[in-house]
């Protein structure tokens, strides 16, 4: 206990007496160092969420469901999907028709996926009618029109990714011409661009499933390629699936992580790099602890030597060492977490990082930052205990005399 | 109440060994004073390191009151120099960081009590070594003698029985050290502490009811 006293003591007494340059630069290195161990891992945790919400909430919603068998088409889909949609835990279902197709403009053509749907029912599953930046969604009954994706159109927006492969200059109001792969040719005014910021979305062309019964026979009608379902948050999902499996054979399954395709090694690589990133920065965190304290305690060694010569015990002037480092730690922490929140999120919310996968914000994880806070704790407790141990392990007369 | 018991401390200084002190036999009783007195290198220091549990001899040995204290882990001798004895170094060694109150009552802090407690006898002792007006001051803002004076101030926090003075004066003016060397001799007289201070000045002699002439780490001289 008088150890703890003693050493509180010191620690204080070095804090407030001390160099206040060198308490400044100090934590201001920690600050730094927090700022590095938080930021770039946000950023990457921001784009793996970023793939993630735009895959659900535009391409595969939370799970979808299609034929097994040498037939991609399921029958009967709107009694499917009524009975999906009664499903404890389901959010919303809608029923898709996947169709190969070329599409031309003038001297461009463009080889997509024309899908057909409900807008209503759709409109409730993803969020393609929110990110129209041209014309207006689809409504029911449309015939005629198409939606299609801004890397499709073109639009004259150079900037887009793949501009080049695309329409180039359709707009809203201009006519397409559609080659469907089962030889129906079409003319279509193009009702409305959507720019989801997600290229593998924005490759895509809708129609409205009134459309497509103009195009195929009755018999036709009542299909689909796939099912997909939006799930209500904290939904067992293996339960819901079960019991879609349940209603009907010859169904398959995939959930949005599936769906990923290759973007679920990206995402899965940018998880190796979030901890390769966490573990060099707590490295880096460590050295610099390290380097301040040793400096510190090289030129404390004959201070150290006095303490010890007058009584002062060993455990005191390595918990006092200790405190001061978990001090630094503190205000570098709590300093860097309030810049982090209040200052850095806020301005790359402004002024976002662009991915081919849309704006990434940083995502702050709470118990992330709380975890990375205490390892970095742990790291500074580390790293003042080594040198202040190596240290009070000299000889008295040597750390005295010999500074 | 102190005896040394054929006592060597070599020093190895690269591969050249120095013989600080040779096998060196003695003992002091309390409530003296004694001057330990000898040429640069002649091993007063080395052996005023040793008694005071600062540094281990190479060989030999140390007795408080009968007991061996030679082989005593660290953390057993910084207890004993934190509640047997008071060291007052050469060069002051005060932390530089504290106020001269500070430095006083930090030992008496590492013994346990209340700090309250401690601190009034800091201010107590301060006084008494006449500096009862200069306690908040920092070290730097002291001249040698005051330094000097609060270095004796902290030696005495716990009580000490014997006080060990390396060259207490050899920083100090003609009027500091004496006023030193009267504090010292006042808590000889009037707190009964053992005194056992080294120099390097024949007029320190004076001081002391007992002299020590160390030569080459050997006893050469005794004048009682």
Known sequence: ????????????????????RVLLLTISMLILVYLNLVFTPALLAGAVQNINNKTRTTMSADLLFQATGESPVLFQAQELVDAIENV?????VCARNNLGAEIHYESETFATGVYAIDPEKDDQVFQIHEAVIEGEPLEPGDVGQILLGAQVAGAEREDLELYAS????????????IDYVNGVEREYTVKGIFFTEFVQSDIRAYITEDDLHTMVPPQLHDTATSIYVKLEKGVDRSQVVNEVLAMRSGLKYQTWEDALGVLKSMTKSFDQIIVILRVTALIVAAITIFIVTYVDLVNKRRQIGIERAIGITSSSIVASYILRAIIYAAFGILAAALIFRYIVVPIEAQHPFHFPFGDVMLAVDVPELVSSAFILCGV?????????????????IDAIWSS | ????????????????????????????EAGGVTCVMGKSGSGKSTLLRQLGLIDRPTSGQIFFDGEDVTRLSDGARARMRLTYLGYIFQEFALLGELTAHENVYLPGMMLGGKTHDHRKRAVELLAMVGLGERIHHKPKELSGGEQQRVAIARALIN???VLFADEPCANLDTISSEVVMQTLLKLNKELGITIVFVSHDPDDKKYAGRLIYLKDGKQVEEYL
Do not use: C
């Open chain 1, 1 to 20: 206990m008088n150890s703890l006293k003693v050493a509180a003591f010191l620690a204080f007494k070095s804090l407030t007496r001390g160099d206040w």
């Open chain 1, 88 to 92: 404890d835990g389901v959010a919303a």
């Open chain 1, 166 to 177: 695309s329409l180039k200059t359709v707009h809203a109001g201009s006519t397409v011409v």
């Open chain 1, 380 to 396: 500074a407790i580390a790293s003042a205990f080594v040198p202040a141990y190596q240290t009070i392990r000299t000889k008295i």
């Open chain 2, 1 to 28: 109440m102190i005896s040394v018991s054929n006592l060597t401390k070599v020093y190895k200084l690269g591969s050249v060994e120095v013989r600080a002190l040779v096998d060196l036999s003695l003992a002091l």
């Open chain 2, 159 to 161: 009580n000490p029985r």
